[in-house]
């Protein structure tokens, strides 16, 4: 058994005509002596989300000098994915510093939401001129 189901649940009526069918197969799995597992949690973030951040990474790190520093995409995503979550800052196995960050991919919708307003802010401070449409989010 390797089939895996996942179903959004969108709203009362539609959600419980979902899990009634997720039921129909999994009851028949559970029958046969397999044993499952059921997970329900918040809507990940979306592809559009997810293309929305990498074009405002990418217009921050065009535009922005950091402390004389040009970071690139992936340490602007890393820079504002701590500030987002006050994660905490190790040190490095071989000197440095390591932030112990969060994986955008496992945030929710409105995690990411709240990431793209925080860039927002932090772009209107430094003076960048977005050019992904905030319509691209949705």
């Known amino acids: 058994m390797t089939e895996r189901i996942t179903l959004p649940l969108i709203n009362p009526v539609q959600g419980h005509q979902a899990i009634e069918a997720a039921w129909r197969h999994a009851k028949a799995w559970l029958m046969a002596g397999h044993r499952?597992?059921?997970e329900v949690r918040p809507e990940k973030r979306s592809d559009a989300q997810n293309r929305r951040?990498?074009?405002m990474l990418s217009d921050i790190s065009a535009q922005v000098d950091w402390y004389g520093n040009k970071?690139?995409?992936e340490e602007w995503k890393d820079v504002f994915t701590a500030a987002l979550k006050r994660q905490k800052v190790v040190p490095g196995l071989d000197g440095g510093f390591v932030v112990c960050g969060q994986r955008t991919s496992r945030m929710t919708k409105a995690e990411m939401a709240?990431?793209?307003e925080l860039m927002?802010?932090?772009g209107a401070q430094q003076g960048v001129q977005f050019t992904a449409p905030e319509w691209m989010a949705e």
């Open 71 to 73: 970071l690139s995409d």
């Open 36 to 38: 499952l597992t059921l």
């Open 53 to 55: 951040l990498w074009a």
């Open 120 to 122: 927002e802010a932090f």
């Open 114 to 116: 709240e990431l793209h």
